[in-house]
């Protein structure tokens, strides 16, 4: 199967793909991320394309490649 990404996700250039918390443990207050950061769900009202990432020895992990996000805030 070849369902590798062909374009860069919108995630790269987001400052939500990286979680924060309030604290910096992971005590839940988060200030930073969202709902595929943190907890690898679909964000609402995203455009996303399903894909899958090679992670070696014939080992692929489900992904997706967002195009328009709702949340997507530069950074
Ligand atoms: S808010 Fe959207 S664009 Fe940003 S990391 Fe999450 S899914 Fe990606």
Redesign the pocket.
């Known amino acids: 199967m070849n369902d590798e990404p062909t374009r860069p996700?919108?995630?790269w250039i987001?400052?939500?793909?990286v979680p924060k918390t309030r604290s910096g443990h992971n005590d839940g207050d988060y200030i930073q991320g969202?709902?595929?950061?943190i907890w690898r769900c679909k964000?609402p009202g995203?455009t996303a394309i399903a894909c899958t990432i090679p992670m070696g020895r014939n080992r692929d992990m489900p992904s997706y490649t967002?195009i328009e996000?709702p949340?997507?805030?530069r950074g």
């Open positions: 996700t919108l995630c987001c400052r939500h793909a969202c709902d595929w950061s964000v995203w967002v996000c949340k997507f805030e």
